[in-house]
């Protein structure tokens, strides 16, 4: 006898009939209680963990992510599942009334990537043993060593100069403020990728984080569309923080090696599906650029710390640069920052 869900995925469509949706109700109370860490907890690990993990584990931010993608949790088509908007974006990407609804489909897009952010913290956090400190649980299964590094050590001052001057000069609202440093180690990452190594900024929602942290960074799937991809379904870093921080008042970022190697440069948008012949990343020219002359070297890894210097390059369509990976094994996640933005003006 077949299942509530399998009857759904194998009901046969006729025209003008009614169709059954598929559902998602969500988490129940309790389940929700569980996510919830409280204050006060007996966990070991140093404070600034702590109040990591407590970020990244956040429903309320959860929460807010969601309606920050017009989704209402309590109408119905904030309860249609993640499978359900897929199909529904693949339908209306086959119509030809696609032309005209091309923000329906961008704003489908954001749909399917925030939901499977927040259902990767959702499953990570939702159930465990309650007799443990929630914190070390939901610590362990992000399956990442993480560690707080001194502020007074040379690596700390290095990546707080990292922070501090490549701020670019159109990013002028806010001032960062780099509050802890944490050094990351995922479990399984791979180490085969070779030189040439560079550490870059890649930005994200702290939504984000317990997917990132635990499952690593992944490529778009081909099923969602190509607008809001310069350079088509891949891995983005910059080597400008401002390019990749998100505009929030407390937010994390990633600065990674990231294997370049060989090198396709171009100063245009171009949608590869498949790298040229030797090549192994491609990089979008910038008009304005770090000065990487004065660039140091740390654990093998160029570190781009010198003031931003125009590039002299006018017939771009960037200003700044962008680094695109196709092979998530070129990337080692090396260090997450917590940064606090310093408004100039008041956004919030």
């Not at 194998?10 to 129940?28: A, R, S, T, V």
């Not at 993990?53 to 993640?82: H, N, R, T, W």
């Not at 690593?216 to 910059?238: C, E, H, N, S, T």
């Not at 790298?275 to 008009?287: E, R």
């Amino acid at each position: 006898m077949l299942s509530k869900e399998d009857t759904i995925i194998h009901f046969m469509k006729y025209p003008k009939k009614f169709y059954p949706l598929e559902i998602d109700y969500g988490q129940d109370k309790e389940a929700v209680k569980k996510l919830t860490v409280n204050p006060g907890t007996e966990s070991k690990l140093p404070k600034p963990v702590q109040d990591l993990i407590k970020m990244i584990f956040d429903v309320e931010s959860m929460k807010k992510a969601m309606v920050g993608y017009e989704i209402d949790l309590q109408m119905p088509l904030g309860k249609l599942s993640q499978r359900q908007i897929q199909v529904m974006y693949s339908i209306l990407r086959s119509s030809r009334a696609a032309v005209t609804l091309r923000s329906w489909i961008s704003q489908i897009k954001c749909w399917t990537t925030c939901w499977g952010d927040i259902e990767v913290a959702y499953d990570l956090g939702g159930s465990h043993d309650s007799s443990k400190d929630p914190i070390n649980v939901n610590y362990e299964k992000l399956k990442t060593d993480i560690k707080v590094v001194d502020r007074d050590y040379e690596e700390a001052e290095i990546i707080k100069k990292y922070v501090k001057n490549t701020h670019a000069t159109t990013h002028n609202v806010y001032d960062l403020e780099v509050i802890d440093i944490f050094k990351i180690e995922c479990e399984g990452e791979c180490q085969c990728y070779k030189p040439f190594k560079q550490l870059l900024w890649h930005g994200s929602r702290t939504t984000n984080f317990a997917g990132i942290l635990s499952q690593g960074l992944w490529i778009a799937p081909p099923d969602l569309p190509m607008m809001g991809y310069m350079f088509g379904k891949v891995i983005y870093f910059a080597d400008l923080i401002s390019k990749s921080a998100n505009y929030y008042p407390i937010g994390l970022i990633l600065s990674e090696e990231v294997a370049l190697r060989n090198v396709c440069e171009l100063n245009h948008a171009a949608h590869i599906s498949k790298l040229p012949k030797g090549k192994h990343s491609v990089k979008g020219l910038g008009k304005t650029t770090p000065d990487l002359s004065a660039s140091i070297t740390m654990d093998g890894v160029e570190v781009p710390l010198e003031t931003r210097i125009s590039f002299g390059m006018n017939d771009t369509c960037l200003l700044y640069n962008e680094y695109i990976i196709y092979d998530v094994a070129q990337v080692n996640l090396k260090y997450l920052l917590k940064l606090e933005f310093n408004f100039k003006t008041s956004l919030w």
